[in-house]
């Protein structure tokens, strides 16, 4: 039963360019979290999906930033004309609901040059 | 909104001896759940601990314990016979019932081991 996946493991991009980030949840599990982490920091809650739906997306920022869970394949976070402050790693998170706590990808780590 | 506090940006502990995390949060809700989770260097978080308010006794998974402690809105994570493998960082999450199942996380502590 493979865990929650998350590719590419390390992107680089130019300012101004498109990042795409793919998560795919743990077999069984319709609820995928975003979050944003930069160093040295804790992790920041950016948007809650479940299938075809964005739950929360409180912590998105209003532009460049969007997510999607569509009803087949995975989960994306995309952002749009990349700047260096979006450099961070981002986590993709997976549960089966509340109170059972989390299963995290690996990160993505986003290098914005 | 709910907020969960760290206040040791870092802590060490010899090889073999016991050391305590601290966490504190705020909120007012009165069921919710709180875990401790691990982030060694490869980045990867990984679930330590979990606990429901609703139950009084403290969790406990093998040399990891919660001293949880409701009213005063306590939850420190006490590692024992550390390991050179503990050294990790180390976060606080709270999720409550209006949060959506968001987690919110501490600062985070990061934890040094020394043989």
């Known amino acids: 039963n493979a865990g929650v996946m998350q590719n590419p493991r390390h992107l680089v991009r130019r300012r101004g360019q498109e990042a795409r980030l793919r998560c795919s949840p743990m077999k069984g599990h319709s609820h995928v979290y975003w979050y944003r982490q930069l160093p040295e920091e804790g992790l920041k809650f950016m948007v809650y999906l479940q299938k075809e739906n964005i739950i929360d997306e409180s912590g998105m920022p209003k532009e460049r930033f969007s997510a999607e869970f569509p009803k087949e394949g995975p989960s994306i976070l995309r952002i749009q004309q990349v700047v260096r402050g979006d450099s961070a790693a981002y986590f993709c998170?997976?549960?089966?609901?509340?109170?059972?706590?989390?299963?995290f990808g690996s990160g993505t780590r986003l290098t914005v040059v | 909104a709910q907020t969960v506090t760290q206040s040791q940006p870092e802590m060490s502990v010899q090889e073999a001896e016991t050391v305590t995390l601290s966490c504190t949060y705020d909120?007012?809700?009165?069921?919710?759940?709180l875990f401790w989770y691990k982030q060694p260097p490869s980045r990867q978080m990984i679930l330590v601990i979990r606990?429901?308010?609703?139950?009084?006794q403290n969790a406990t998974e093998n040399r990891f314990s919660v001293n949880f402690q409701k009213a005063a809105k306590s939850f420190s994570l006490k590692i024992s016979d550390s390991q050179l493998g503990d050294a990790a960082m180390y976060f606080c999450?709270?999720?409550?019932?209006?949060?959506?199942?968001?987690?919110?996380f501490g600062g985070g502590t990061r934890l040094m081991v020394k043989p």
């Open positions: 909120t007012s809700e009165s069921d919710y759940y």
């Open positions: 998170a997976s549960s089966l609901g509340q109170g059972f706590g989390y299963t």
């Open positions: 999450a709270y999720n409550g019932n209006n949060a959506g199942n968001m987690l919110t």
């Open positions: 606990q429901e308010a609703y139950k009084q």
